[in-house]
């Protein structure tokens, strides 16, 4: 895990159930798939025009190419740093700048942060350009750099405050320490949740009430609230003003208790009918009503803690074995840090597939649940449901036909083909059919 993302991962839990877009496939969807294909064998449910197709597959495979070189280089980098006797000089900084513990602690994590941001800047500049060159983005580079210059400067504060509280925690329990210091963790990857919807997202995006623009389209969310037994006023009802930066759509919710609330991004408005609207709603809608946020914080927590213990057992391997080529002497030194970061990059490339099965899981649900939802208010949810995925996928170029390796490895969606399969043969409202999550 990068430094980074450890520190965003309440952001990062927020976003995981921002993004319908997607990939893989569990053996119920492939027997979905196949009987759908029976139906119609001249047409998939998912499918590309041949030069769109051409596209889609040159993009997949540079957003691989990406994820995998982006997951490796952020190993190396941290091993170099360590090899190199960087993390030892960076700690000689902090120290040699002031005798106080807080200018120090600051000080080595600014330096840790810059110096990994610029080296991994060349891969995130070039993500950025191809997802420009494919028409997946259209932020200028202006704009893509102060988002950088944000989340680095919110990485800075709120990783600045949890390496103070890691290194006091190590000081006072050095061997307990993966525990105790796991509790405010969680914590505050729970207020994180709770408060970035309110806070952070404001950061980068605008937002809008939903009323002020689609009146009629907030009336007919409401029903799907209702259907689905939960309450969300429509003054908690927002616009996105996400066509500023990306092409793609989409419509959520997030945020809990009093900072509960629905995003639609305003290219779903742009694009979509008010009908796949609500399908895309009700998917999202599903991921709260079936507690999935609460499940995932849970599931997450879990693996933190697992990923603590062996990040406190890492750094004492690694402590004992390189500790004297590295200038590392001590889990109390602040370049251990760098050593903590590197276990939890391993950690977190190994642990992505668990994930992302768990993660798949529950978008399959959260697709029988939106479909089951907006049955009784759109005309036919079958149809709906395949069409918004038709768009989705194309909008998102996304690969009919993705790497099943890669798909295991790094999809945290099934692929659209298999959810738009799945739904276009999904119909628990047959006479004899059993709904999942609703009455007849
Ligand atoms: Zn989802």
Do not use: C
Request: hydrophobic share 50%.
């Amino acid at each position: 895990m990068r430094f980074r993302s450890l520190v965003l991962l309440l952001v990062v839990l927020a976003a995981s159930f921002a993004v319908p877009v997607s990939r893989a496939q569990s053996p119920a969807q492939t027997n979905a798939q196949q009987a759908s294909q029976a139906q119609t064998p001249e047409k998939p449910a998912y499918s590309l025009p041949p030069e769109k197709l051409k596209q889609a597959i040159a993009y997949s495979r540079i957003r691989v190419v990406l994820d995998f070189a982006e997951s490796g280089w952020g190993i190396v980098m941290l091993v170099l740093l360590l090899a190199l006797g960087i993390a030892r000089w960076m700690q000689d900084v902090a120290v040699g700048a002031s005798g106080n513990r807080w200018v120090q602690g600051f000080l080595f994590t600014f330096l840790f942060l810059f110096i990994t941001t610029l080296l991994m800047l060349p891969l995130d500049m070039y993500g950025h350009h191809e997802s420009v060159r494919f028409g997946q983005s259209v932020q200028g580079w202006g704009s893509w750099f102060g988002d950088q210059a944000k989340s680095f400067g919110l990485t800075f504060v709120l990783g600045g405050l949890f390496v103070m509280l890691l290194f006091w925690v190590i000081g006072r329990s050095p061997r307990r320490w993966w525990f105790w210091f796991w509790i405010p963790a969680m914590a505050a990857a729970v207020f994180g949740v709770f408060i970035s919807p309110m806070v952070i997202d404001p950061m980068f995006n605008k937002f809008e009430p939903l009323e002020k623009t689609n009146p009629a389209l907030v009336e007919r969310l409401e029903q799907v609230v209702q259907r689905g037994g939960i309450s969300i006023p429509p003054d908690r009802m927002f616009l996105m003003k996400a066509s500023e930066k990306v092409t793609g759509l989409n419509a959520y919710v997030t945020g809990f208790g009093p900072s509960k609330r629905v995003v639609v991004w305003d290219t779903s408005v742009q694009k979509a009918t008010p009908d796949e609207i609500l399908f895309i709603f009700g998917h999202e809608m599903g991921h709260y009503v079936l507690g999935h946020i609460r499940s995932t914080v849970e599931f997450i927590g879990l693996l933190l803690l697992i990923e603590f213990y062996l990040g406190y057992r890492g750094i004492g391997w690694l402590i004992r074995r390189y500790g004297g080529r590295w200038r590392v002497e001590s889990q109390n030194d602040w370049a251990m840090l760098v050593a903590l970061m590197l276990v939890f990059s391993v950690l977190s490339f190994i642990s992505e597939p668990i994930v992302n099965g768990y993660s798949r899981a529950h978008e399959h649900a959260a697709d029988v649940y939106g479909q089951e939802a907006i049955h009784g208010i759109v005309a036919d949810p079958q149809t709906t449901a395949q069409q918004a995925f038709q768009l989705l996928g194309e909008a998102s170029l996304t690969d009919p036909n993705p790497n099943r390796f890669v798909e295991f490895w790094t999809f945290s969606h099934p692929s659209v083909a298999s959810r738009a399969a799945f739904a276009a043969a999904y119909n628990p409202w047959v006479p004899g059919g059993h709904p999942k999550y609703f009455k007849r």
